[in-house]
């Protein structure tokens, strides 16, 4: 039964996409569509890539931002698109960890989606905004334990890579902070810098103009290596908090029945970003690396995002953060 649901099924998406309209795309705009909001580091990430892999299939790629619910809310209507190749998603290692947080989560990101291709490896830096008191990591933990009630933590929400790094940060030092969710890193990061919330840690696409203009105070980078870009500032091994370490990884999205030849179709455009000139020094500016060309492929996609979403499983059920 199950394997005639699933021909019918494929014969239903053969018939919904028919084969002249695969050779001809893209034949019109594609939609890209980002789970945070505008000035957050997936909206960097994207709209960087954008524009080489518009120019690579000949059609404009539109950025559209769709915030809500740590990124569930834009890959939920991703999901549920036309598999035309016309609308698709970038997301990060939230795409990993939402399967476990979210009790209810409206889609299974294994089998409502093809993968297209991993983009980017991003580290994390914890910052504050710049008149907080403590000066380094370890002060920061001491402050943040003997001031447990008052501090607060910013993230862009339940399943941000914020988010997790906040989570991962309070069990690191085995204590709980009121947590202030955003809708995205932009609006987070703005209200960092005006003093509304205490400290956050986010991507280094983000924070590094910030860090380095010393608009913000900087405690550590959660990478195992110092980075290029911010030569200074000491990872958190370093600085006293052991084995802490979080990467965010970014990948390209299809609803699930997008036919194969549209894939290889993004997949090579992908690709052709990821080596585009102004992307890498882009990209190295702001502390983070293009994957490697094999990597940016449905294969090496999809063990990634299977391998994380047992990784964080575990460690999620530990810390038992649940969301609806
Ligand atoms: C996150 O915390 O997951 C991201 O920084 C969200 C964003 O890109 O704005």
Request: net charge negative; proline share 8%.
């Given at each position: 039964m199950r394997l005639l649901a699933c021909l019918a099924a494929t014969a239903l998406v053969a018939l919904a996409v028919?084969?002249?309209?695969?050779?001809?795309?893209?034949?019109?705009?594609?939609?890209l569509v980002v789970p945070f909001s505008?000035?957050?580091?997936?909206?960097?990430?994207?709209?960087?890539?954008?524009?080489?892999?518009?120019?690579?299939?000949?059609?404009?790629?539109?950025?559209?931002?769709?915030?809500?619910?740590?990124?569930t809310l834009a890959a939920t209507?991703?999901?549920?698109?036309?598999?035309?190749?016309?609308?698709?998603?970038?997301?990060?290692i939230g795409m990993s960890t939402a399967p476990t947080l979210y009790r209810n989560l409206p889609y299974n990101p294994?089998?409502?989606?093809?993968?297209?291709?991993?983009?980017?490896?991003?580290?994390?830096?914890?910052?504050?905004?710049?008149?907080?008191?403590?000066?380094t990591l370890q002060e920061l933990i001491d402050y943040v334990k003997a001031n447990q009630d008052t501090v607060t933590y910013a993230n862009a929400g339940i399943g941000a890579a914020s988010h997790l790094c906040g989570m991962l940060f309070m069990?690191?030092?085995?204590?709980?902070?009121?947590?202030?969710?955003?809708?995205?890193?932009?609006p987070a990061l703005t209200d960092l810098l005006g003093g509304q919330v205490d400290f956050m840690c986010d991507q280094t696409t983000n924070t590094?103009?910030?860090?380095q203009a010393g608009e913000v105070k900087a405690y550590a980078v959660t990478t195992?290596?110092?980075?290029?870009?911010?030569p200074d500032l000491p990872t958190t091994a370093e600085a006293g908090l052991?084995?802490?370490?979080?990467?965010?990884?970014?990948?390209?999205?299809?609803?699930a029945g997008t036919p194969e030849p549209i894939i290889e179709k993004l997949t090579a455009a992908l690709q052709t970003a990821l080596k585009d000139e102004n992307v890498v020094e882009q990209f190295a500016e702001l502390g983070t690396t293009p994957v490697p060309q094999d990597q940016a492929t449905p294969e090496g996609h999809t063990e990634k995002l299977a391998s994380q979403i047992e990784l964080w499983r575990p460690i999620i059920q530990e810390a038992g953060v649940y969301a609806d």
């Open positions: 028919p084969a002249a309209a695969q050779e001809d795309y893209p034949d019109g705009p594609i939609t505008a000035g957050g580091p997936t909206d960097t990430v994207t709209r960087l890539i954008a524009e080489p892999m518009s120019r690579e299939l000949g059609e404009q790629i539109v950025v559209q931002n769709i915030s809500g619910a740590g990124g209507q991703v999901a549920n698109a036309a598999p035309d190749g016309y609308t698709i998603l970038i997301h990060h294994l089998e409502d989606f093809e993968t297209i291709g991993l983009v980017t490896e991003v580290p994390m830096t914890i910052i504050a905004r710049k008149d907080f008191e403590p000066e069990d690191a030092i085995d204590t709980q902070l009121t947590t202030v969710p955003y809708q995205g890193t932009g590094t103009g910030q860090i195992g290596e110092r980075l290029e870009s911010l052991g084995e802490f370490q979080i990467g965010v990884w970014h990948g390209l999205y299809a609803p």
